[in-house]
């Protein structure tokens, strides 16, 4: 028994020193250590919670459309078009994904996005209000008549007419939205040889969202990256293919490249000069936002990265936009998504033209750009790459211009027609920002604590390595005797 103390003492010494040296290992490493625990957490696959909440995600989502009233559409086109501005509409929108197949073998997952919209009451207005708008059926065979003969565009001017069109419509807010309305122009358009009709679907209705509620088509079929390793390296939730494309069919060149989150999931690390890569199946396309801010919300730092004057500037200045024109880079700030909705002439841009050429502003009366209230941006814990606020919004227009052979369009001027914009807004529940504040004091503190930890264990090695000669000191005997203190304040405490 003689000998025991000193080499009971040698080893909770050399224990002491080794825990000393790893916890200073683990000080330095901290940030490596966390990145690869937080990849192992965030990697998607069948069993994961990740999965779980993106699969049928619980978060309330709204969609808020605002639709523009033409109040002044017998005076067209004499008087510039009056725009009154009502709703929102709000509908409640659940989201699935579903069609999930995983392909482990490529490290990615696809799957197809299931939205259904219900109409809910804390809207500003009712699915009976009477909106008068441009009508678009009409607008958009004109411009599909652009490069037609003399005779087929007098045969489309005669078709017009005989049908009663206008170039406005009034309609319910319910036609307008999701339920849609006949005419006889689209049973025409069945008829017609899908050339004429840019390959749309014959529809016997139409409606802004006709067709959307509860689809496995409208945001299509989508393959991401799941994490682990493979084609998008660690990052998961980056778009990888879209409807089994992988490159945008759209566009050509450096614009036809398919790349960036597919929204739910961010790159780890974001820096103010990276700016933040999102593709968007409504733009048909991926955008880059910028940083143009930072700020701390509920005590979690976050970055803004926005839609900016350049992301859809397509002037000189920003060249690398202008293989998204796909033809006139007539105006800034707004994308041409016609190739994308089969030809028709849709153009997307903010709200009220935010950011967009001033030039579109002098076409229509009532708009009032207002960044607060129409900017599109994601504000991301950079370190951790959560958005913690989303506000997703834009705006659909419709081209319209002279056009000589077609009586009803003869006189208008050259212009991009506002008809509704949309607005979805995300922020991250109290019960998800609490375990990313967790999750974030761990990474600021845990290098700490293990510095800590490391000075506690060296003390430790050094007095137990060094003090042999004490005769007094006991380690076995102290740690006996604290033992029932440990038990009694168990006791106190029965959690
Ligand atoms: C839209 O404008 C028309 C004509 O000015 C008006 O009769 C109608 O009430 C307006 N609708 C709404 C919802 O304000
Ligand atoms: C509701 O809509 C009317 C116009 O239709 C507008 O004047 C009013 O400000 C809106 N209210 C809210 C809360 O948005
Ligand atoms: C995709 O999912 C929908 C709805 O869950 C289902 O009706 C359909 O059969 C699925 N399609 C395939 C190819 O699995
Ligand atoms: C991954 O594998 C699946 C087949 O298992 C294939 O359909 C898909 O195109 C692959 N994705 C990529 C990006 O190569
Ligand atoms: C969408 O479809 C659901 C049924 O799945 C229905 O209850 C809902 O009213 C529809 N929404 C709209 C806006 O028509
Ligand atoms: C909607 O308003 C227009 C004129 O503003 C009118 O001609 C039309 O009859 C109205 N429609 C309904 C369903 O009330
Ligand atoms: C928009 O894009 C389409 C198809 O890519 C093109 O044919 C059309 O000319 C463009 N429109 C304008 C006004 O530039």
């Known amino acids: ?25 683990a000080a330095l490493a901290w940030n490596q250590i966390f990145d690869a625990a937080l990849s192992a957490q965030m990697v998607m696959s069948p069993t994961s919670r990740t999965f779980r909440e993106w699969v049928e995600p619980t978060i309330p989502l709204y969609f808020d459309v605002y639709l523009f009233n033409w109040t002044n559409a017998d005076q067209f086109p004499e008087e510039i078009p009056n725009l009154q501005e009502v709703g929102p509409y709000r509908f409640r929108e659940q989201r699935r994904h579903v069609n999930v197949s995983w392909h482990p073998h490529n490290g990615s997952v696809s799957y197809r996005t299931q ?40 045969g489309l001017a005669m078709g ?170 007539a105006w800034g700030g707004v994308m041409n998504v016609s190739s994308c909705r089969y030809g028709s002439p849709s153009f997307l841009s903010l709200p009220h033209f935010l950011h967009g050429d001033p030039r579109l502003l002098e076409l229509v009366t009532g708009l009032e750009p207002d960044p607060d209230k129409h900017s599109f941006y994601f504000a991301v814990e950079p370190k951790l790459g959560v958005p913690l606020e989303v506000s997703a919004r834009f705006q659909l227009n419709i081209w319209i211009e002279p056009t000589q052979n077609i009586e009803l369009f003869e006189k208008v001027p050259k212009m991009l027609f506002p008809i509704f914009w949309v607005e979805q807004k995300v922020y991250v529940e109290e019960r998800v920002l609490s375990e990313l504040r967790i999750v974030r004091a761990i990474l600021d503190w845990g290098g700490a604590v293990c510095a800590g930890v490391t000075l506690f264990f060296t003390v430790l090695a050094v007095k137990v390595l060094c003090c042999k000669k004490k005769p007094k000191y006991s380690r076995p005997s102290e740690v006996i005797s604290e033992k029932p203190k440990e038990e009694e304040m168990l006791k106190l405490n029965p959690l």
């Open 1 to 25: 028994m003689r000998g025991r103390p000193p080499r009971g003492r040698l080893a909770v010494g050399a224990t002491a020193a080794l825990l000393a040296v790893a916890a200073l290992g």
């Open 115 to 154: 939205r259904s919209w219900h109409f809910d009451e804390t809207s500003n207005g009712t699915l009976e209000d009477n909106i008068t708008t441009l009508n678009i059926i009409a607008a958009s065979a004109v411009y599909r008549s652009r490069d037609w003969g003399f005779i087929r565009q007098k």
């Open 160 to 329: 017009l007419a005989m049908f009663g069109h206008h170039v406005s419509i009034s309609k319910l807010a319910t036609e307008l939205l999701f339920e849609g309305y006949d005419d006889p122009l689209l049973d025409l358009a069945k008829n017609l040889p899908a050339s004429a009709t840019g390959g749309a679907p014959p529809v016997d209705k139409f409606g802004l969202f006709y067709g959307r509620n509860n689809s496995l088509d409208t945001d299509g079929y989508m393959e991401v990256s799941t994490g682990a390793g493979g084609a998008a390296g660690s990052l998961p939730g980056q778009i990888l293919k879209w409807n089994y494309e992988d490159h945008l069919p759209f566009y050509s060149g450096q614009c036809s490249k398919l790349s960036g989150s597919a929204g739910e999931f961010m790159r780890r690390d974001l820096s103010e000069q990276s700016g933040l890569e999102l593709f968007l199946p409504d733009l048909c396309r991926t955008v880059l936002l910028e940083h143009t801010g930072s700020g701390v919300h509920d005590s979690l730092a976050y970055n803004k990265y926005e839609l900016t004057e350049s992301s859809f500037d397509n002037s000189s200045s920003s060249p690398e936009n202008s293989c998204f024109c796909n033809g006139e880079c």
